[in-house]
């Protein structure tokens, strides 16, 4: 009896150094992610994971830097079994909502954020990405809904702004649209998006003035698109600025963008 006894003491001992030996791996993972160490990264989580199994937060750690790898199968199978380890995790739905997003299961993705939300009706980021996956499957009016709740939940999230944008404008209410990109723009200048959007709007407006200065916004943060360019290149068009169109059509072509260039500067650059 003494001897089973013993033993016993043994191998709970050994589980505990086990388990006390996965944490720390998680965490020197964790250390390695934020110094951007992600492969290291990932070979710690896959050490915590084999002295302790059934340690959820090795799987969901592994599976973000694996997404952030672009290694979706990985991330996808690890953010899997977390939620086999617990189903109620709402941070495993989200980031297999993110991945199944990403390798456009979009079905899944909307299944997977819709549980998110269920869980926790406060978590914005699932109404952000789910917002995504209702454009893709082109349910507009419910990117709307889940843009405006995210702003509801956070009025400084400057992306919902410029993504309900985007949908207002498939919707064709380009007033809220401009809305929305001004708003964005007030809360992050450092985005070319919505700085090229606005352009667009305004020069389809004839706001030809405010366009090429939306545009100049956007080539100034994203210098080495073409299409900023060639969108001003239209605009300075409809001004009569022919040789700044021109040289605007140009250097979007020595940017790479000859697809879209070549028309404008066949017709317009002799």
């Known amino acids: 009896m003494r001897k089973i006894t013993f033993s016993l003491i043994l191998i709970i001992s050994s589980i505990y150094c086990h388990a006390q030996d996965s944490r720390q791996f998680v965490a020197m993972g964790e250390a390695k992610v934020d110094q951007h160490q992600l492969t ?3 070979a710690d989580f896959t050490n915590a994971i084999r002295l302790n199994p059934k340690n959820k937060r ?52 909307y299944t997977d954020l819709s549980r998110v939300i269920a869980i926790d009706s406060s978590f914005s980021d699932a109404y ?5 996956v209702n ?29 309900r944008a985007v949908v207002e404008l498939e919707l064709k209410d380009t007033t809220a649209a401009l ?6 723009i007030e809360l ?5 998006l919505p700085y090229y959007d606005r352009g667009i709007i305004e020069s389809e407006r004839k706001n030809y003035l405010m366009a090429i200065a939306d545009f100049n916004s956007a080539i100034e943060l994203a210098p080495k698109l073409g299409l900023p360019y060639i969108q001003r290149g239209i605009a300075e068009l409809y ?13 979007a072509k020595d940017l790479g963008d000859d697809a ?10 002799h």
């Not at 952000?128 to 995504?132: E, G, L, T, V």
């Not at 809305?179 to 964005?184: E, G, Q, R, S, W």
């Open 40 to 42: 290291q990264a990932i």
């Open 58 to 109: 090795a799987f969901l750690a592994r599976c973000r830097v694996k997404f952030e790898l672009e290694d979706f199968n990985g991330a996808l199978s690890d953010a899997t079994e977390t939620i086999k380890l617990d189903s109620g995790s709402t941070d495993a739905f989200y980031e297999r909502g993110k991945i199944k997003l990403n390798i456009n299961d979009f079905k899944g993705a």
């Open 128 to 132: 952000f990405q789910r917002a995504i």
């Open 135 to 163: 454009d893709s499957l082109k349910d507009y009016k419910a990117g709307l809904a889940d843009n405006s709740k995210v702003i509801k939940l956070d009025p400084t999230a400057e992306g919902a702004y410029t993504n």
């Open 179 to 184: 809305l929305d990109y001004n708003k964005a």
């Open 188 to 192: 992050n200048t450092d985005d070319y």
């Open 239 to 251: 001004l009569n600025k022919n040789d700044a169109a021109c040289a605007d059509f140009k250097k």
């Open 260 to 269: 879209n260039s070549k028309a404008w500067i066949k017709e317009f650059c």
